[in-house]
């Protein structure tokens, strides 16, 4: 693996307070340390990139335009991100992109024009660090109460705050293999 240089997050309950199905713009909360975590990845140099399973459309509760909408909001929030991906999929159907596969992973690597094993995945749940591994790259787990214990015991990194996940990434070296 290459040294770290890009860092994709997960939408829900990782940038934003998890508001199931979310259309309203005005409902977005930013989670603790995110604002501070995303502008620490910026300083650094990293490019950034959101990650984000929005099932809620395949199934009818929102359209597409209300998941952009919230998108826009949190891009504004934020500061912007280089890239998003998002998979309006239902869970049954076997797309590439739904997490845990590595579609998404592949496609904003593509976007920002880096190898896959030069980014990283935040996330708060299985799926996040799975479609991390299958992409190769690595991950960081930002467990909420609501993450499974067996989740947290699986991760190969996790931190308490989104802002602790970003400052485990910044110093990461290239892995002994790719040197």
Known sequence: MRR?????????????????YNGDPARVEPMPTALEAVA?????????????????????????AQVEAVNA???????????????????????RCRKPAPGMVYDAAETLRLPADSLAVIGDIGTDLGAATAAGSRSVL??????????????????????????????????PEAQ
């Not at 912007?80 to 076997?94: E, L, N, Q, S, T």
């Open 4 to 20: 770290v240089r890009g860092i994709l997050f997960d939408r829900d309950a990782t940038l934003v307070v998890d508001m199931p």
């Open 40 to 64: 620490r990845a910026r300083e650094a140099g990293m490019a950034l990139g959101v990650v984000t399973n929005q099932s809620g459309i395949a199934r009818g509760l929102l359209d597409r």
């Open 73 to 95: 909001r949190i891009d504004d929030l934020f500061g912007g991100f280089d890239v998003w991906i998002v998979c309006p999929h239902a869970p049954d159907d076997g797309c």
């Open 142 to 175: 930002v467990p909420t109460p609501l993450t499974r214990a067996e989740e947290t015991a699986a991760a190969t990194l996790t931190a308490p705050t989104l802002l602790a996940a970003v400052e485990l990434l910044i110093p990461m070296p290239p892995a």
